[in-house]
């Protein structure tokens, strides 16, 4: 599977794949630019999933507000205001509003677009029909409030992120209970993100770890990366070949670049 490496140094404009290490196939290396749990904190310390990448060149992060992009037309926001909404970005219009009893944090919307992971201040997160806003399946596994969401590019399987420390991956044909329970080491599990490829799962704790999977391995297979800032977010590139972390802090709030490294055999430069 792949290592990350990382280098504090400002962001570079190009990147170079480098040689591997060890017996790794794979190997990311990172390049610095440059949360806690608490409620008491302030407003940049309870939104941790605030980075994305268009591109390997198109990197965002946002610092007050949280809004899931969902498409080039359309966007779905959770609020804590108890409801979900579809907004049509071409006419400027609400298209759909979906009210729940508790608080929601994280919606992510399936990869055919039918189905909806919603997860907020209940254990139970569910699983809703995205044009009806029905419900198809309640989440049982974890026992405290949940932040994150993501989806494989499969379109079967999802992973949520929790306040008990774990991450639990889901498949939808059979829900009856999760598929793994992945553990961080500092708190809740405030952000994840799957590649376009579905080789790699990333979960980030609210501060100092972001942990990688090999989805192959059946999630056994990981890398920690270790640095010292409260995590405002995490993302893949679209290609798969970075992975950046947004750091919070007043004075030094930083994007951290990743960049995934091959080791590639004789045989390969044939190809």
């Not at 804590?80 to 509003?97: A, P, S, T, W």
Request: net charge negative.
């Amino acid at each position: 599977m792949s290592r990350y490496h990382e280098d504090v140094d400002e962001m570079a404009d190009a990147y170079e794949m480098g040689d591997g290490e060890d017996d790794m196939d794979e190997e990311l290396r990172g390049r610095g630019m440059g949360d806690s749990d608490s409620e008491d904190e302030e407003y940049g310390q309870s939104l941790r999933n605030l980075v994305w990448a268009t591109s390997k060149h198109d990197v965002y992060l946002m610092s007050n507000y949280s809004v899931l992009h969902c498409g080039a037309v359309h966007f779905m926001a959770s609020n804590n205001d108890c409801g979900v909404r579809d907004f049509d970005m071409e006419k400027f219009q609400l298209c759909k509003h979906f009210p729940f009893p508790w608080p929601v944090n994280h919606t992510s919307l399936s990869p055919n677009g039918k189905l909806l992971v919603i997860v907020g201040d209940n254990p139970e997160g569910v699983l809703v029909d995205s044009h009806t806003g029905k419900t198809v399946h309640e989440l049982q596994g974890h026992i405290d409030f949940s932040f994150a969401s993501a989806w494989h590019p499969d379109g079967f399987t999802f992973a949520t992120g929790n306040q008990d420390k774990t991450c639990r991956v889901w498949d939808v044909r059979n829900l009856s209970k999760s598929v793994a329970a992945l553990r961080g080491n500092l708190g809740a599990i405030r952000s994840i993100r799957f590649t376009s490829d579905g080789q790699f799962m990333a979960m980030a704790e609210p501060a100092d770890f972001v942990h990688v999977f090999d989805v192959r391995s059946g999630y056994n297979k990981q890398q920690e990366l270790d640095f010292f800032g409260e995590i405002s977010g995490i993302s893949f590139s679209p290609d798969t070949e970075a992975l950046f972390v947004g750091v919070w802090d007043r004075t030094y709030g930083s994007l951290l670049q990743y960049n995934r490294r091959r080791n590639y055999s004789y045989l390969d430069s044939l190809l």
